[in-house]
């Protein structure tokens, strides 16, 4: 029972990433096992009876759905895409660290398991100093808008994307979920790079995301190995700017800074279609234009039903 149960968490961990068209290592499938954490020989024994039954394949040291060996392809050129993109990552670097007020940045979506196409631009989650977070904003659109480096309107590719905010004392994004169904969303999580910040503000957030071990069990175990070299490093710059607005009536900046955003959303909100995703408070920016989460959980059941496997099998919904 507990080897059959195994087989399906594995054809449902192949099945999500295929969505991507992303084939997995043996070590890659053993950290992003679903609902499940084995020993690397358990799980070549049973990867090993699963290939001789036709139930995945191999080559390269991927593991993959049947008939899908062209995604190795796949894999390998959006690999090169994505070294690209993480050059111009390390180029900014100098200004994402010293952009004021902002205690922690990720890099989030495809990018962060280096699995970018061309078109695609650098998706950021930006964590902020508690009652700065509208203020961060601003100054950080405002840098990045002038060095013209921002996703904006069809100017998309290579840019920053700076549609994600939280505040510091809002790090736990349970009550985003949309239920035990949110595949996506959990491996999202799971796969958030930092590239900017501190490492005591880091360890919080993963202490407090901790509950997705009940979905991807290895995630604390395995997340430090997906910090940037060079996160932890202080930029006295960054500091000393934060302290001249602070002595300068911060707390009457961030109002102001709140007011002017505000203003602008009501405009903006008016062209979003229903697809949309965005919420406004003082602990959370959110502002996606499309939330995909529910066409990725459709195309991924479809997987499961190419496979033979109910969508409401016990190993995915627990």
């Known amino acids: 029972m507990k080897k059959e149960l195994l087989r399906k968490k594995i054809l449902v961990t192949l099945a999500y990433f295929d969505i991507f068209e992303f084939p997995l290592t043996l070590m890659e499938l053993r950290r992003y096992l679903w609902k499940d954490n084995v020993s690397l020989r358990e799980l070549l024994e ?49 200004i994402l660290r010293r952009l004021p007020f902002i205690k922690l940045i990720f890099v989030c979506n495809k990018l962060s398991y280096n699995n970018a196409d061309t078109a695609s631009d650098i998706d950021l989650l930006i964590i902020t100093r508690k009652n700065r977070i509208w203020l961060a904003r601003l100054l950080a659109v405002l840098v990045l808008g002038f060095l013209r480096i921002r996703r904006h309107g069809k100017k998309i590719r290579d840019r920053f994307c700076l549609s994600f905010y939280l505040a510091e004392n809002s790090l736990d994004l349970s009550p985003l979920s949309q239920g035990e169904e949110d595949i996506h969303f959990f491996y999202w999580l799971y796969q958030l790079r930092p590239i900017v910040g501190g490492l005591g503000v880091y360890a919080r957030f993963i202490e ?67 697809g949309a995703s965005v919420i406004v408070s003082d602990k959370i920016l959110k502002f996606h234009p499309l939330d995909r989460r529910k066409f990725y959980r459709e195309e991924f059941e479809k997987n499961l039903e190419k496979l033979g496997l109910d969508k409401d099998l016990d190993c995915y919904k627990m």
């Open 46 to 94: 049973i990867l090993d009876e699963m290939i001789r039954d036709q139930k995945l394949e191999t080559k390269n040291g991927f593991y993959f759905l049947p008939k899908r060996l062209s995604i190795i392809e796949i894999r390998a050129k959006r690999y090169e895409i994505s070294q690209k993109k993480w050059r111009r990552v390390k180029k900014y670097l100098f």
């Open 208 to 274: 407090a995301n901790s509950w997705l071990e009940k979905y991807l069990p290895t995630y604390k175990k395995f997340s430090r190995d997906f910090v940037f070299k060079k996160i932890g490093e202080v930029s006295r710059t960054k500091e000393l700017i934060e302290s001249i607005i602070d002595f300068c009536f911060g707390d009457q900046l961030e109002k102001i800074s709140r007011f002017l955003q505000l203003l602008r959303m009501k405009r903006t909100s008016k062209k979003l279609g229903p």
